[in-house]
C-alpha cells in the first residue's frame, strides 16, 4: 500500500499515528507546502507574544518522521490530483502514486476584501510566515480586526510586548461564534483591563497610508496605527479537491461520509478542510478547531488501512487558556436560537448561573446537551462534552450539572442508563463497581 | 483500583497527594500554609468514591494538547503531564471525560495524576486505611467481580 498524505499540521500528523500503529511496513509521503515541520498552530499567538520560541512550538519531536517511516516533502505544493489515475503532481513536476490519500489541507485564513488591504504591516495569523512577519513588525500601535479567538490572543499578544492594541469587530460581542453576550461581557472586561480598547459593532472600511499601513478607517473614526492583523476566519483550502472533481458541500468544506472519505473513492479529508456531521447542530458543518482535526485524522488514518472505524461527528469546542486570567471553555451550539437546522418539533432549553466570577450555560435539544459554556469554574468541562458527545437524555439531571458539585461518579446512574454508548473500557471499568 | 465498598470519603488521599505530590515542604501542617496552594489530584467525589486519572488506552487529553505536553509513559502505559513546557491552555481539561484535570491559574499548568509515576507506588494507595485504594494490574482489575 502507498499512502499519500496531503498537509502537515494536525489531521496529517495524527493521521500518520494511526495508519502506523495498524500497517507498520507501506510506504507514507507526506506533502507540505509549509517549509516548517510539526508546528503547532494555535500556539501562534504564544510566539507573537515571545513566550515560545520556535522549538517550543512543535507538538511532535524532530524525529517524528524518522521513527514513523514517514517521507516529508516540506515546501512542496502539490497541484494536481488524478482521482481515476490515483497519483499527484508537485509543484516541481514530479508526479507520484498512491492507493489512499488524505487531504488534510487545512483552512485559509480570510482575507476581507477592505480598500488597501494590500499595504505593508497588515497579516493574517494562520501560517509560521505570518507570525514572523507579525513578529518582525515595527511600531506601537496596532489594530486587530476580528475579535474570534485568534484574534483575541493575537491582540493580548501584541500588548505582552508592549504595543498598544485596538480590538476591532463588526458584530455586537467579542467572540461571537463562541460565547453569548452574557459571556463575551465577561471576557471583554478582562481584555479591557489588560490595557486593550474594544470596540465592537464597528466596520472597518479602509486602510490608510501610502506602502505602508498608517491607520483604518472605521465607520465611526480612524484609528492610527502602525499594523495590522487580520482575523475575520478561516475558510477550507479546496482548491485541490475542486480540481479534483471532489464533492464539496454546502459550507464549502470537502464533503466526507462517517468513514471519512470523500465523494472519490480512497480519498479522504480530515481537518479544517473537511466539512463533517456535527452532532450538537444535527447537520453538515466546519469544526475548524484543533482537537476535531486531530480525531478526525484518527479516524481517517485507521479507514484508510482498510478497517472500519465509524466517526461520531464533530462538535465545536474552544478554551481561551491563559490569556485573560481566569479559565473560559465554550462547546457546541451556545445559542438555542443559531440552530438553523431545528424542525417545529424540536424543543430547546437554556439554564444560566450566573455569579460574580463564574458563568455557566447549559442548551438543551429535546433534553440532550447541545452546548455549554463555562467561565471561571471549568475543570468539569469534559463531563458536559462527553455528554454532548453522546447525546444521552439528561433533561432529569439539570439541577446535578448545573451544580458546582457536578463530579464524574454522580453521572454514573446516566451513564448506565445508557451503557451501550459508554462501551470504553475506562467507563465500563467505573460503571462495574457497582456504584 | 478502587473499592467502593471500603471507601468511607476520609480524605486521607487527598490530604497525602497534595501534601507529598504537590507542595515544597512536604509536610502537612506546613502545605496547608503553602502559597500557591498544594491541590491534590485525587478527587473524593460522589457516594464517596477516590477517582483519579483513569490513564485512558484512547486518551482524549493527548489528542488534545496542541504542542506534546500530554505524554503518554512508553513503558507504562501512564499518561502525564510535562509540566516545564505546559502553556495552560486549557484544552486537555475542555476534554477529559472524568473531569480530573484541574486548570491551575495561579501555577499556570494542568495539574493531574501521574499515578506517582517517579516514586514507584502511588501514595494514594499507601496511606488509604481502609485498603480501598490500591494497585492492581488493568487487567485483573477488569476480570474483578464486584
Given at each position: 500500500m502507498r499512502y499519500i498524505i496531503v498537509g502537515g499540521s494536525a489531521a496529517a500528523i495524527s493521521a500518520v499515528e494511526s495508519i502506523r500503529s495498524l500497517d507498520h511496513e507501506s510506504s507514507i509521503d507526506l506533502f507540505s507546502d509549509e517549509e516548517t515541520p510539526l508546528f503547532s498552530r494555535v500556539l501562534l499567538p504564544y510566539y507573537v507574544a515571545e513566550e515560545l520560541s520556535k522549538p517550543l512550538l512543535n507538538f511532535r519531536t524532530a524525529d517524528f518522521f524518522e521513527e514513523n517511516k514517514v517521507t516529508p516533502h516540506m515546501?512542496?505544493?502539490?497541484?494536481?490530483?488524478n482521482v481515476a489515475g490515483k497519483t499527484i503532481e508537485t509543484a516541481d513536476g514530479k508526479a507520484h502514486a498512491f492507493d489512499k490519500l488524505l487531504l488534510a489541507t487545512g483552512g485559509k485564513a480570510i482575507v476581507p476584501p477592505i480598500p488597501g488591504v494590500d499595504k505593508e504591516g497588515i497579516s493574517t495569523l494562520k501560517t509560521m510566515v505570518d507570525a514572523e512577519r507579525i513578529y518582525n513588525m515595527k511600531g506601537t500601535r496596532a489594530v486587530v480586526i476580528g475579535a474570534g479567538s485568534i484574534g483575541v490572543e493575537a491582540c493580548i499578544s501584541l500588548t505582552r510586548r508592549g504595543i498598544k492594541a485596538t480590538l476591532l469587530e463588526q458584530l455586537g460581542q467579542v467572540m461571537p461564534t463562541v460565547f453569548d453576550a452574557e459571556a463575551a461581557g465577561i471576557v471583554r472586561k478582562r481584555i479591557e483591563d489588560l490595557g486593550i480598547t474594544v470596540l465592537t459593532g464597528e466596520k472597518a472600511l479602509k486602510f490608510t497610508g501610502d506602502k505602508h499601513v498608517t491607520g483604518v478607517v472605521t465607520d465611526n473614526r480612524e484609528l492610527p496605527c502602525d499594523m495590522v492583523v487580520l482575523s475575520v476566519g478561516v475558510r477550507p483550502q479546496t482548491e485541490l479537491a475542486v480540481q479534483a472533481g471532489i464533492e464539496i458541500g454546502d459550507l464549502k468544506g470537502v464533503r466526507v461520509d462517517e468513514f471519512m472519505m470523500t465523494s472519490a473513492p480512497d480519498i479522504y479529508a480530515a481537518g479544517d478542510v473537511a466539512e463533517t456531521h456535527d452532532i450538537a447542530r444535527n447537520s453538515p458543518f466546519l469544526n475548524a478547531i484543533w482537537p476535531c482535526a486531530f480525531e478526525q485524522g484518527h479516524f481517517a488514518g485507521v479507514n484508510m488501512t482498510g478497517k472500519k472505524l465509524r466517526y461520531p461527528g464533530s462538535y465545536r469546542r474552544n478554551s481561551i487558556g491563559n490569556f485573560i486570567g481566569i479559565p473560559a471553555i465554550s462547546i457546541g451550539v451556545t445559542h438555542a436560537e443559531s440552530c438553523v437546522m431545528a424542525s417545529a418539533e424540536d424543543e430547546f432549553r437554556e439554564i444560566r448561573v450566573r455569579t460574580k466570577d463564574t458563568y455557566k450555560k447549559l442548551v438543551l435539544r429535546n433534553g440532550k446537551v447541545i452546548g455549554a459554556i463555562l467561565i471561571g469554574q471549568t475543570q468539569k468541562a469534559g463531563l458536559l462534552s462527553i455528554l454532548l458527545k453522546k447525546q444521552v437524555y439528561v433533561a432529569d439531571s439539570i439541577p446535578l450539572l448545573m451544580s458546582d458539585r457536578l463530579n464524574f461518579i454522580d453521572l454514573l446512574p446516566i451513564l448506565r442508563r445508557n451503557a451501550d454508548q459508554f462501551s470504553e473500557p475506562e467507563y465500563k471499568e467505573l460503571m462495574d463497581t457497582g456504584l | 483500583m478502587v473499592d467502593k465498598e471500603k471507601c468511607t470519603g476520609c480524605h486521607q488521599c487527598e490530604l497525602w497527594c497534595g501534601t507529598e505530590i504537590a507542595s515544597i515542604s512536604k509536610e502537612l501542617a506546613k502545605a496547608i500554609n503553602e502559597e500557591p496552594q498544594p491541590v491534590p489530584r485525587v478527587y473524593v467525589e460522589g457516594k464517596p468514591f477516590a477517582l483519579q486519572c483513569r490513564h485512558c488506552e484512547e486518551a482524549p487529553c493527548l489528542d488534545a494538547c496542541p504542542n506534546g505536553t500530554m505524554r503518554r509513559d512508553p513503558e507504562t502505559g501512564l499518561v502525564y503531564v510535562n509540566e516545564p513546557t505546559c502553556i495552560a491552555c486549557w484544552m486537555c481539561v475542555m476534554v477529559c471525560p472524568f473531569g480530573i484535570i484541574n486548570p491551575s491559574s495561579s501555577m499556570k499548568v494542568a495539574i493531574k495524576c501521574d499515578r506517582c509515576r517517579n516514586m514507584g507506588y502511588p501514595i494514594c494507595a499507601e496511606v488509604c486505611p481502609t485498603g480501598a485504594l490500591s494497585l492492581v494490574e488493568r487487567k485483573d482489575y477488569r476480570k474483578k467481580k464486584f
Open positions: 515546501g512542496v505544493k502539490v497541484t494536481n490530483l | -
